[in-house]
């Protein structure tokens, strides 16, 4: 064992079993029923609704408040499902305060908006808990459409093209379907198993053929979906994980966060799970937050964020950077990693600051400084893994690394669709990717039907 | 601080806010209670002869609740007293003892024949209370025994017993009315007319609340079984108000002095009533719903208001009454338009969707492209529908036009009034 790897401190067990429980508990505890009428209240109803405008599944938001309103929470789950099948898991992960609960018009005088999103998971937390059908499937047309990858847009799309009346099989990488719901989303945000809940639902409707373990370009190859199914939809997500660019990227302590966050998100006892004692992460979106929060909550002593750029760029919300701050994450804003050192394992990691320059770029300003670390966490975006689409890709059209579709998700290929974060022009967020689903599987009933 | 001394029928009480006959006033111990927080006067709950009547032992009380559980309706089918006479008039005039400065009213409601009024009235009087309340207003119960409500709804009837309990009484006798009538006038006109001193209104009016949603029977039962009780609470505030103030500006009525009940919670529904002529309030659901403290803001905000307003409470009474009249007196002439103040709005949107599904489309939602609520001055008929619904206070309010023409109708603006009894539309229309 060598000398870095003797100071790397990483091990499980560092929080007891109480303090565990408290840190992975539900982030927001659910409203209760006298809790939800008054927070329903101060919804004002509005004519053509910014909340509902703002969400990109357009669910009604305040025909599903009316109804809570009116006691009618089976309604009102019915008004927001239909529209976003994931609107309980969306009740739990949409960054609302970017969404709808931004566009409501109660922040004009109040800055208090009506909490949509945990009215939206009063509403539908007990169809979930009752298994309650609110969904019936159309006539058969006896059509068959595969859906590569069980995460939202994949998961969304099944769940419609089977309302519709069409059979669909979903073949899904991994173990277990719900893709990032499942393996990628900070565990406090989805508590008690709630991914797999949802997706039992989704699957309790019937008509669809859940594939788990199937792999797209190993098991399997676009063309041979083309050839034994009416219609494809693809919604693979991204695999792989950015690089930074670095020498020596491959020392020990250096991972990618979005394996770490299925780590916790899979570990049976997460007090054992080994966590360093100074983590470093870096980058600015919401795994970035997801994976520092996780970190300090498993009893990290210091979790640095560092982010090449402003606050106002990073991905994450206002919301999720103070979430990290009030967690006693530090964030560091304009620096950027330059090297990484250590002998077999990493023990600290220089930056340089930057800047933007006056054309809008992002340069090297030098003043380095170094942070100690025994674990260096990239958050810095995940790539589609091209590759797996096949050499019989040949006419699907890829740009910037993501395959091209039009506004119902069609791509350039006739009979293949593709939706979430797979897509160019997303915002790789679990709400989108529902609505990617939904709308191709609309888009490919018609086509299905000859319309 | 304005001084809420008052004196009503002679009867001084150092605030104008009595505890109405009811629960509150049920026996010594609360009205004790009532005092010691700072209620002005007390109407005892109503006597009946021996034996006392029986109350229910299952719900006695339905509300209606926002869904922040705020009661804003309320009903009860409790009845009369059901203690011996002999209990009240001992806690009564022990009461009275202990509290010479706080009015004391007996209400009483006595089957309808004179030898029962003559016994039972000077057995009350003799207790030292200030004044008798005949109440010819419980809508549940009792009137089905020919009592309450049963009395209030024939004139000639309350007109007989008011006359009785003059005979009877020497102190001032209140007739209290039930608002279960579809004219106000006829009842109050027949108390005056019986000698009645003064009228007290209302009592609580005919309901049921709801049904219950999972045996579909309706909502409270006893056994399974339910019977329409009183309403009273906030809601019944705007009922209450226009037969006040119609009492109080009807020429064979006015005369009457009238102590003003029916949904009273804060100093500003004292307010209301007393500027739409009553004398003194009387006050229940909102103490059964709060308990006795609300007389701290009752008594607090009235004596600041006639502050500011810089007026004596007398000088409040009756202060609304030459501005109510009939809809046919109203200036026919006078034009509003609603204005949007775009710095206060929010852009909910409400006044559009209102007046375009249930009005006059006169609210834009969308000006050059953009989300925008702006009146249309060509269509506003001026009716205050967006300035009601709009959750914002002072957003939308009416303003008048005073040149030019309305745009909505084309015809120049008149500063002279023209109500519809000259209107050329009217076929009955007075020539002059």
Redesign the interface.
Known sequence: MSKSEQQADIRGNRLDKEEIARNFGDLHPPLSR?EA??A??RC???????CTTACPTGIDIPGFIQKI?SDNVRGSAHTILRENIMGGMCARVCPTEVLCEEAC??N??EEKPVEIGLLQRYATDPIFDQKTSLFSRAPATGKKVAVVGAGPAGLSCAHRLAMLGHDVVVLNRDDKPGGLNEYGIAAYKTVDDFAQKEVEYILSIGGIELRNGETLGQDFTLQELRDSYDAVFIGIGLGSTNTIGLDRESLSGVSSAIEYIAEIRQAKDLGKLPVGRRVVVIGGGMTAIDIAVQSKRLGAEAVDLVYRRGPEQMGASRYEQDLAKTNGVTIHHWARPVELLGNNHVTTIRFERTALDSNGRLTSQGDPFEITADTVFKAIGQILDIGVLGTDAAGLEIRHDRIVVNETGRTTLRDVWAGGDCVAGGDDLTVTAVQHGKVAAIDIDRRLRGE | MADLKTTFLGISSPNPFWLASAPPTDKAYNVNRAFEAGWGGAVWKTLGEDPPIVNVSGPRYGAIH????RVIGFNNIELITDRPLQTNLDEMRQIKKDWPDRALVASVMLPMNEPTWAKYLPMVEETGIDAFELNFGCPHGMSERGMGAAVGQVPEYIQMAAEWAKKAASVPVIVKLTPNVTNILPPAKAALDGGADAVSLINTINSIMRVDYDSLTMFPTTDGMGTHGGYCGEAVKPIALNMVAEIARTKETRSLPISGIGGITDWRDAVDFLALGASNVQVCTAAMVYGFKIIDDLVDGLSRFLDEKQLALDELVGKAVPSVTDWQYLNLNYVEKAVIDQD?C?????C??VCEDTSHQAIT?TVNGE?RFEVIDSECVGCNLCVSVC??DGCISMHQLTKGSDPRTGEPISMEKADWTTHPNNPMRKTK
């Open positions: 006298s009428l008054i329903a209240d004002y109803f509005c004519y053509d609704a910014p309103r018009v109660r004009t005088h | 926002s869904n922040e559980r206060l929010i852009q909910c949107g409400r559009h969707v939602h989300r959750p914002v």
